[in-house]
């Protein structure tokens, strides 16, 4: 019995004491979670850099698509994938033969128009699209001789093309004799011969300007040909029967048949080269001209038409003979730029079109790439500025870069402002257009500077401040606030180097002054936005 309760007694007494124990420690324990535990780091001395980061694609800053000129044939092409070439260097030829020969028809066609208005405005060539229009024009005398067939008066209106006179050079006659064989024997050019005209006493001596090498049929035999030449005293006409003696090596020999004379030395009809109204008709029927005396003046506004349209036509096609020379010159293609040929999209024998790519050059030594900022970042930048990039391709590598443009627009993505800035990348003859490159902006440093964790910094009633750990507990602090960056910011006054900031607690909470302040109640502290460190 006594035994049964003492041992009653004592498992009473274990456990009345292990409750004890067990109350004690849990006791302790709330205590010790009702108490905040805070991160802390000490505001220390160092460098602060400033960079603002991005990623894009390079692009090289000069580039040129060799297109064919014209229709043609590529004769050879000088270049291939991979090829580093200069500027000016001859890449490839081609053959066009229509171009030559449309060139060559539109050059003797220019010719043509000038030499037509220079005669009728009697200017020398090169002067004939400068001279106005209201000046009127001049038919002149093609050759010497009397005017016959005179057609035109003052005040007459005439088209192009319609007849104005005849004009006879009358000074010689031609005739041609037929001759039989003995009568042509021994007789060569240049010799004389002797007409006789029953309506004169004297004889008209001429002179043998052609012969027929064979005879030709006539009647019932053969005859030579024989064209004479022999002035005209003023009397004789074509018609005219007349009776010949060759004067042959061997001595004269009459010719039986009589000859007639065929025509006088020249004959022309002229045509008005241009519509008009006659202003002056300065010859007569039958009177004696020289060659280039005016026949008749036109003038009116028909007539000023007619030469602006010349003139018109004559600029029309210089220029159409400009573009010609132009195209004829660029059969030979040659690089606009130094640099490496991307891709060669012909080949010798290939037919190629006007504007059609064939090649593909582009500089390496210098490129560009385009990044995209927020809006927070973008206020840092301006052009100008100096950068590097790295690519994964060169690990271990930078190359120089700098900020050309930042847009002064930016584009909404995800909530945010995005905003282009456009950089040029040097030293780039190593790398390929297409890389991603990673980018690093310089925007400020210093060095030797107090240094506190970015997450310790918030913001209250409009002033950047911090917490710093006391032995009594947390104090807010206002701190003056230089350079920033995703890390660290810079503490221009309000700590001492040493001093503990704190970035963070068990309970997530800091103390507030004011317990109703919103930015008092649990959560990370408010950070501070990152403002412009100029």
Not at 18 to 33: D, M, P, T
Not at 257 to 266: A, C, K, P, S, V
Request: hydrophobic share 40%; with cysteine; aromatic share 6%.
């Amino acid at each position: 019995m006594f035994r049964r309760l003492l041992s009653l007694l004592l498992v009473l007494a274990l456990v009345g004491g292990g409750g004890y124990y067990l109350y004690e420690r849990l006791l302790g324990l709330r205590e010790q979670e009702m108490a905040p535990v805070y991160a802390t780091a000490a505001v220390r001395r160092g460098n602060i850099r400033v960079v603002v980061e991005g990623f894009g694609q390079l692009h090289p800053t000069f580039y040129s698509y060799i297109e064919s000129p014209t229709e043609g044939r590529v004769e050879s092409l000088l270049i291939e994938q991979g090829q580093t070439i200069e500027a000016g260097q001859l890449i490839a030829r081609l053959s066009n033969d229509k171009i030559g020969y449309e060139l060559q028809e539109a050059e003797l066609t220019l010719e043509r128009l000038r030499l037509e208005l220079s005669e009728l405005l009697n200017v020398p060539v090169s002067e004939v699209t400068r001279v106005d229009p209201s000046r009127g024009a001049q038919i002149r005398a093609p050759i010497d001789g009397r005017i016959t067939d005179l057609r035109v008066e003052s005040g007459s209106t005439l088209a192009e093309g319609s007849h104005v006179a005849r004009i006879v050079d009358d000074s010689r006659v031609i005739l041609v004799a037929e001759l039989l064989h003995g009568e042509v024997t021994g007789v060569v050019r240049g010799q004389l011969v002797t007409l006789r005209f029953p309506q004169f006493d004297s004889a008209i001596e001429g002179t043998v300007r052609e012969i027929t090498e064979n005879p030709i049929p006539k009647d019932t035999h053969f005859v030579y040909r024989v064209t004479i030449e022999a002035p005209n005293p003023g009397l004789l006409r074509p018609g005219m029967q007349t009776k010949i003696t060759m004067h042959p090596p061997t001595g004269p020999v009459p010719v039986a048949r009589e000859q007639t004379i065929d025509r006088f030395w020249q004959e022309t009809f002229v045509y008005s080269p241009a519509q008009g109204t006659v202003a002056t008709v300065h010859v007569k029927e039958l009177g004696r001209v020289k060659a280039g005396e005016v026949l008749v003046t036109l003038g009116g506004d028909a007539t000023r038409r007619y030469i602006q349209k010349k003139q018109l036509d004559i600029r029309e096609l210089e220029l159409s003979i400009a573009q010609k020379q132009d195209i004829r010159e660029k059969l030979t293609v040659y690089s606009q730029i130094s640099g490496t040929v991307a891709w060669v999209n012909a080949r010798v024998g290939q037919f190629v079109r006007p504007g059609e790519p064939f090649a593909h050059v582009f500089d390496n030594r210098r490129m560009n790439l385009n990044i995209r900022v927020d809006e927070i970042d973008v206020v840092h930048l301006k052009d100008g500025q100096q950068a590097q990039i790295t690519v994964e391709a060169l690990p271990g590598r930078t190359f120089p870069a700098k900020v050309i443009r930042v847009d002064m627009w930016g584009h909404t993505e995800g909530g945010f402002a995005q905003y282009g800035v456009f950089l040029q990348v040097d030293e780039t003859e190593v790398l390929k257009p297409g890389m991603t490159a990673n980018v690093s902006i310089f925007i400020d440093e210093k060095q030797d500077v107090l240094l506190v964790p970015m997450e310790s910094v918030f913001e209250r009633d409009g002033k950047a401040c911090v917490e710093i750990l006391t032995p009594s507990g947390p104090r807010l602090v206002e701190v003056e606030i230089g350079l920033i960056n995703d890390r660290v910011a810079e503490i221009i006054s309000g700590l001492e180097e040493g001093q503990q900031v704190i970035t963070g607690s068990s309970a997530d909470r800091l103390d507030r002054p004011d317990a109703n302040d919103p930015r008092s109640s649990p959560g990370i502290p408010t950070p501070m936005p990152i403002k412009d460190p100029r």
